[in-house]
T-cell receptor, first 118, second 121 residues
Framework: AQTVTQSQPEMSVQEAETVTLSCTYD???????LFWYKQPPSRQMILVIR??????QNATENRFSVNFQKAAKSFSLKISDSQLGDTAMYFCAFMNTNYGGSQGNLIFGKGTKLSVKP | GAVVSQHPSRVICKSGTSVKIECRSL??????MFWYRQFPKQSLMLMAT?????????EQGVEKDKFLINHASLTLSTLTVTSAHPEDSSFYICSARDLTSGAFWGQETQYFGPGTRLLVL
């Protein structure tokens, strides 16, 4: 069974600085997706960034980028120029999918609570 | 991006009553929807997978007779908590799978509803 581990329950960063959130996962599959979701106090889950396992290039979305190390099964999220609105819970998630279709359910880590301080 | 709505956003009910929560994909068709449960300060726990036109698949430990799921159309799934008890109080979140056609893998993404806070008295 796949598992997702986020070893940092809480982190804080000063506004405008850079922070990296860690995530490791365990799977025997070769094809899968990885995601980072943000959950602000409103509790709405918001997709931050996604990575397809077959792509070697790390995904980037504006101030958010990932460091995907497939062999090490590591998927960290870097937030540059942190803003107060980045304060939220961040969940790393794994989705196993393969040609022919699968249920596509997400497996979540326990989350990292990020606080951006002014 | 795609939008998923949930209704109601919060509900308070008496113990023993049933509560229905709706999840709708507003601008795409979702052959698969998922229902999650989230306790305070915890992660999301998958309860069941809902496929349009077929029976839902429940995760181990989730009572299918208590949490009834119906996915009658490509844009609507419902979760009914039957004979609710205080321990069923939680935050329930649905998500819908948006699998666009084209590439070998498609653009696989799940979009989440805003959640429903259930309080059973």
């Amino acid at each position: 069974a796949q598992t997702v581990t986020q070893s940092q329950p809480e982190m804080s960063v000063q506004e405008a600085e850079t922070v990296t959130l860690s995530c490791t996962y365990d799977t025997s599959e070769n094809n899968y997706y990885l995601f980072w979701y943000k959950q602000p106090p409103s509790r709405q889950m918001i997709l931050v960034i996604r990575q397809e396992a077959y792509k070697q290039q790390n995904a980037t979305e504006n101030r958010f980028s990932v460091n995907f190390q497939k062999a090490a099964k590591s998927f960290s999220l870097k937030i540059s120029d942190s803003q107060l609105g980045d304060t939220a819970m961040y969940f790393c998630a794994f989705m196993n999918t393969n040609y022919g279709g699968s249920q596509g359910n997400l497996i979540f880590g326990k989350g990292t609570k990020l606080s951006v301080k002014p | 991006g795609a939008v998923v709505s949930q209704h109601p956003s919060r509900v308070i009910c008496k113990s023993g009553t049933s509560v229905k929560i709706e999840c709708r994909s507003l601008d795409f068709q979702a052959t698969t929807m998922f229902w999650y449960r989230q306790f305070p300060k915890q992660s999301l726990m998958l309860m069941a997978t809902s496929n349009e036109g077929s029976k839902a698949t429940y995760e181990q430990g989730v009572e299918k007779d208590k949490f009834l799921i119906n996915h009658a159309s490509l844009t609507l799934s419902t979760l009914t908590v039957t004979s609710a008890h205080p321990e069923d109080s939680s935050f329930y979140i649905c998500s819908a799978r948006d699998l666009t056609s084209g590439a070998f893998w498609g653009q696989e993404t799940q979009y989440f509803g805003p959640g429903t806070r259930l309080l059973v008295l």
